[in-house]
């Protein structure tokens, strides 16, 4: 059986719109992350799951261990409900929060926050300045891991940390390591330029020999730099972790002695975006399903809503794809929209009202910020139903 009519079959009792997660695709995804890591332990990135029920199926896992969230908020009630070992890998100027933190030794032991200056440091010190007792904070600092070339002319990879070099790293390192109510534990670089960049483009031949140069030597240049930063700040913090890479670059990442550990999530679900890498290859996990409701002319159909655009630069990459049935394409004057989208192409043809069109969203985690609950399909029925964040009526950002 096809996976469309799997997928109608399984669902049949449910009113589109709605979303659903293949646990053998899923499954399958998770293994795969597994042995790319080559025995390292995953950190899972929250942001690319977003759903605590699923964090835990995932973290019940070999292979995985810790979490990677994306706001002090969301650690907080993660904690709370038993997550441990939670990093946020963002810096956090929520006043709120950090005094909630500071107030919660079971919260602090458990949480780690990232920073990359004193600026964010002296922000926490007023913070929690009216805190007691106040506990002692966790810190993990964030380095730059793009790649620079030509003097400064070429740059690529997310404009994160200012943090760059080894004398940099150890200066703030130092630092942490004298002020009273902070403890410096793990390192952290984010190599977007290698993970979260397809070296198989469809935009040819070409420019994928360019990404794949870009690529090479980022690898090597940051395995260095990222060597020389452990050994300098070992020297004034016993780190606990050094996390770096993502799901474009586990089996990169895992190569150098000084990783500890690496982050992924977006590969358990394999959006669109992760379509485009030679490196590696995943299933479709998480699909979304509208309905048809008009047919405007031969050879289209619109379906309701349908505007879920990935964050990241704006352009067609961040279409969510219209996956089965194989063949529909966007109208070019309209493309995803808010309360309904008209798709083109043969299949459009065969489809009458109330049919299913399932997509996939360009990302991961975001998928969810739409939908309150994931239909959890397996061996051609659904299984169980879990909410997402937003079903747990929580929306970070």
Not at 62 to 71: E, K, N
Not at 75 to 101: H, K, N, Q, S
Request: net charge positive; hydrophobic share 45%.
């Amino acid at each position: 059986m096809d996976d469309r009519r799997r997928y109608d079959r399984a669902t049949a009792a449910l009113e589109p719109p709605f979303a659903i997660l293949d646990l053998e695709a899923f499954h399958a995804n998770a293994a795969a992350l597994v042995r790319r890591a080559a025995g390292k332990p995953i950190r899972v990135a929250t942001k690319s799951i977003r759903s605590r029920p699923l964090l835990e199926r995932v973290l019940a896992l070999d292979g995985f261990q810790g979490l990677m969230a994306f706001t002090l908020p969301e650690a907080l009630w993660l904690a709370e409900r038993g997550f441990g070992d939670i990093l946020v890998a963002y810096p956090t100027a929520d006043r709120e929060a950090l005094a909630a933190l500071a107030g919660n030794a079971e919260a602090a032991g458990r949480i780690t926050l990232t920073v990359d200056s004193t600026e964010q440091l002296a922000f926490m010190d007023h913070a929690v300045a009216e805190v007691h007792p106040r506990q002692e904070i966790r810190i993990c600092i964030d380095i730059d891991a793009g790649f620079v070339a030509f003097g400064g002319k070429f740059r690529a990879g997310a404009l994160r940390s200012p943090l760059r070099d080894a004398d940099q790293i150890a200066a703030l390192a130092a630092d942490i390591a004298k002020r009273p109510g902070y403890r410096l534990v793990g390192l952290l670089a984010y190599e977007a330029q290698i993970a979260g960049v397809g070296d198989a483009p469809r935009t040819g031949a070409a420019r994928a020999r360019v990404i794949r140069l870009m690529q090479a030597l980022s690898a090597r240049e940051l395995m260095v730099r990222r060597g020389r930063i452990v050994n300098a700040v070992r020297q004034v913090a016993d780190l606990e972790f050094v996390n770096g890479g993502g799901t474009g670059s586990i089996e990169r990442t895992v190569r150098e002695k000084a990783v500890t550990e690496v982050a992924a999530g977006s590969g358990l679900f394999h959006p669109r975006l992760f379509d485009f890498y030679s490196r590696f290859t995943g299933r479709p996990a998480a699909l979304f399903a509208l309905p048809v409701v008009r047919r405007p002319s031969p050879g289209a159909v619109t379906v309701l809503g349908g505007g879920y655009l990935a964050s990241g630069a704006a352009g067609p990459s961040r279409l969510p794809q219209p996956y089965l049935p194989a063949g529909l394409r966007y109208a070019p004057d309209e493309g995803a929209g808010e309360v309904q989208t008209p798709l083109l192409g043969r299949p459009a043809e065969d489809l009458r009202i109330g049919d299913r069109v399932w997509f996939r969203h360009a990302k991961a985690g975001e998928l969810c910020e739409r939908f309150d609950t994931l239909h959890l399909v397996e061996s051609g029925t659904v299984t169980d139903s879990v909410p997402t964040y937003r079903g747990e009526s929580k929306t970070f950002l």
